[in-house]
């Protein structure tokens, strides 16, 4: 494989620990490997700094892409985390049936996954959803129903003070704030 100036340029960034350059290279250089590159600016958040990129390649020529439906693109997700003085890195992988040529799409996609992520660690931590031994489908699919209302109309109420398990607690031993927190549901 032949070594070229755009490769020596990114070698010699990459050496010299230069991000601007190196990012700007490789959005440059992007285009023609078709790889895709996006980059969320550092957000402060719960006292941690949080960096994204994301990466995106087209799945074309792939020999397993009949193998998935609608397979589009390979995506590549590295995140930096710094709280205090301790950093720490992660790189995430998917596939995706978005186009690779919008990165901050695919970006923002995989990030709202994680809202979901959320709402079931709730279910899981709260309500004991997984510890659940009902086995019939549609009692099982009611349940699920009647705790995502539960949890809807708990996390409304911000009269207490305390985490949903505290709402929770006070709304099956006090009478007045179970009205209350059904009141505010509807």
């Known amino acids: 494989m032949a070594v070229t100036q755009w490769d020596r340029a990114v070698a010699k960034a990459t050496e010299q620990r ?11 250089g992007a ?24 990466t995106t390649l087209s799945a074309k020529g792939l020999e397993v892409i009949g193998e998935w439906a609608g397979l589009k693109s390979l995506v590549r997700i590295d995140r930096e985390r ?20 919008n990165p901050a799409v695919i970006a923002s ?11 079931h660690w709730c279910l899981d931590v709260v309500f004991r959803q997984d510890q659940s031994r009902y ?3 549609n009692g099982a699919r009611n349940l699920a129903a009647v705790r995502k209302i539960v949890l809807n109309a708990l996390s409304r109420e ?23 927190v059904l009141k505010n549901l509807f």
């Open 158 to 180: 911000s009269s207490i003070k305390g985490g949903l398990a505290t709402r929770q607690y006070a709304a099956a031993f006090n009478p007045a704030y179970r009205d209350k």
């Open 135 to 137: 086995r019939d489908r």
């Open 18 to 28: 230069d991000e601007l350059r190196l990012q700007g290279l490789l959005v440059k």
């Open 109 to 119: 996609t995989a990030r709202r996954h994680w809202g979901v992520e959320s709402l």
């Open 82 to 101: 710094v709280v205090g003085d301790k950093v720490t890195h992660e790189r995430v992988y998917y596939i995706s049936s978005l186009a690779p040529e």
């Open 31 to 54: 285009s023609r490997c078709g790889m895709f590159l996006h980059e969320d600016s550092p957000e402060k958040v719960h006292g941690r700094i949080e960096t994204r990129r994301c």
